[in-house]
């Protein structure tokens, strides 16, 4: 779909706004204890897959607040002699992604969020290369609503149609997945009655990492990759 008219598109921008209320709720209650059993099992399941094994390099986000932790990530992938880069934020919905070789090259930046310091090499995936996304909600064919700044969004719409596309992979809490099937007490499936809001420019993955389940997209599975 190219085009949405101007009141669906009013319907899709109140039905996002709602869902990253929901799901900030939920993480608000998360302790830093819960935020640790969860990253480290997350982690588990995202060393078990081939796509990761198989990368070269590793983009991913540095963790904020109570969001996945992907420090115990970054710190795997340093083990295990992958490249590591970082996203940097360079003006509205922009951002680039930096070497890093250790955590001392990261200050607070955009939004007090850690980023590269100083001067660093810009870097620029491809088909060896692994993109670890933020979000608020994704759902099992690969769908993914972000926070509203439209940053990945931006940024991945370089790169996704290329024919050395990297891999993408959401990185999430179980209850940020929207399983497209009611369940008790669901009020995210009431409130979107079973369909999951998405504009033209939003970008989808190709696999969803959480702390139980890796969840491959229809996105990976049509063979985008």
């Known amino acids: 779909m190219n085009h949405i008219d101007i009141d669906t598109k009013?319907?899709?921008l109140e039905h996002k706004k709602q869902l990253r209320k929901e799901i900030k709720n939920k993480r608000s209650l998360l302790t830093k204890e819960m935020i640790q059993k969860d990253s480290e099992n997350a982690l588990i399941q995202l060393l078990k897959?081939?796509?990761y094994q198989m990368a070269l390099s590793i983009f991913t986000y540095v963790s904020y607040q109570q969001e996945l932790s992907t420090f115990p990530l970054i710190q795997a992938a340093f083990l295990d002699g992958k490249i590591v880069a970082v996203p940097k934020v360079r003006k509205e919905q922009e951002m680039e992604f930096f070497k890093i070789k250790e955590y001392s090259e990261?200050?607070?930046g955009f939004c007090g969020i850690l980023e590269p310091n100083g001067t660093k090499e810009q870097l620029y995936p491809d088909k060896n290369s692994m993109i670890i996304l933020?979000?608020?909600l994704f759902d099992l064919t690969g769908k993914r609503l972000g926070y509203g700044g439209g940053f990945?969004?931006?940024?991945l719409k370089k790169y996704i149609k290329q024919k050395n596309a990297p891999i993408l992979a959401g990185f999430a809490y179980d209850f940020q997945i929207f399983e497209n099937k009611k369940k008790e007490n669901d009020i995210l499936f009431s409130f979107l009655e079973g369909n999951f809001p998405?504009?033209?420019h939003?970008?989808?993955v190709d696999m969803i990492i959480t702390p139980t389940r890796v969840i491959y997209s229809q996105r990976k599975k049509d063979g985008y990759n």
Do not use: V
């Not at 990945?152 to 940024?155: F, G, L, V």
């Open 202 to 204: 939003d970008q989808s």
């Open 49 to 51: 897959t081939k796509e």
């Open 10 to 12: 009013k319907t899709i």
């Open 106 to 108: 990261l200050s607070p």
């Open 152 to 155: 990945y969004d931006h940024y």
């Open 198 to 200: 998405t504009e033209p």
């Open 134 to 136: 933020p979000g608020m």
